[in-house]
């Protein structure tokens, strides 16, 4: 059996479908259903129960789904720890806006811990590109804040975050213990620019069109409410200065902290990267 006829195998045991599989390995659906039939004849059993709707596993494929899985990771450890002792495993990493989170330090220390030996690169971003450079192929995999679009992206949730409004801490509403969004409605807001994700700039302005200055970054956000007494939204938790606060918003879904990296990527050092993150942001 070779790995690359596997990996397919595995790609249309995870779909149930043809077709999302062959989109996922990005190939035309023809050869992916010739391999697979190649792979049933030297199994010498069905795999996939097959209809007009999808196809399901037989017992034999489920039985084989497993021990593929096994069988690839394995594959996917030994080319990392090879190319790792060649010097030449690299990932880079796109980070959104502040990387002083303490998931991030978790994450980045048990992750030499695991991989020694791979170069990371990592690519600070704005807040006006919420995929940190992915669609652009600038990184391999980013931590970011969600939601945005995610065409042709997969999203692995780390953790949720709740949502307040930044305020100057000479503000009235600042003593508040808890304000909605109704409440901020005459206030001016910053925001993005008009190009910026529109699924983004919908939940970080509220969901409702806002009038203010345009920032790009963290600091130009607290700066823009410390000179202009602006407001705008940010997850709670982060040390802010004295002249500043945050009050939490009631009727706010909360920031989602997510892993993302583009659908089908098969580089096990992404694989990694993400398990990696999952445990540590859990902690």
């Not at 002792?85 to 980045?108: E, F, K, M």
């Not at 690169?121 to 990184?139: E, I, K, S």
Request: with cysteine; charged share 25%; net charge negative.
């Amino acid at each position: 059996m070779e790995l690359r006829t596997l990996r397919y195998f595995v790609a249309v045991a995870e779909e149930l479908h043809f077709g999302r599989a062959a989109t996922r390995l990005h190939m035309s659906q023809p050869p992916l259903s010739r391999a697979v039939r190649q792979l049933e004849a030297e199994v010498g059993a069905l795999l996939f129960d097959r209809s007009p709707t999808g196809v399901t596993l037989t017992a034999v494929g489920a039985v084989l789904l497993d021990e593929a899985r096994a069988l690839l990771d394995h594959a996917d450890r030994v080319r990392v720890r090879v190319s790792a002792a060649a010097g030449s495993a690299t990932v880079t990493v796109g980070i959104l806006g502040d990387g002083t989170d303490p998931g991030v330090s978790r994450l980045a220390a048990a992750f030499r811990r695991v991989h020694p030996g791979v170069d990371v690169r990592v690519r600070d971003t704005d807040l006006t590109d919420p995929t940190c450079g992915l669609r652009a192929g600038l990184v391999d995999v980013a931590l970011t804040r969600a939601p945005f679009d995610e065409t042709a992206l997969t999203v692995r949730a780390l953790r949720s975050d709740p949502v307040g409004v930044v305020l100057r801490a000479d503000d009235a509403l600042a003593h508040r213990d808890r304000l909605r969004l109704a409440e901020l409605d005459d206030r001016r807001w910053f925001r993005f620019p008009p190009d910026t994700d529109p699924v983004w700039q919908a939940y970080w302005h509220g969901g409702a069109p806002r009038e203010g200055p345009v920032v790009r970054g963290v600091q130009e956000c607290l700066q823009a409410v410390l000179w202009n007494g602006t407001v705008g939204l940010a997850p709670l938790g982060h040390d802010l200065p004295a002249e500043l606060a945050v009050v939490p918003l009631a009727d706010m879904a909360p920031s989602r902290v997510v892993a993302v990296w583009n659908e089908g990527d098969a580089n096990p050092l992404v694989r990694s990267f993400v398990e990696i993150a999952t445990a540590a942001f859990r902690r």
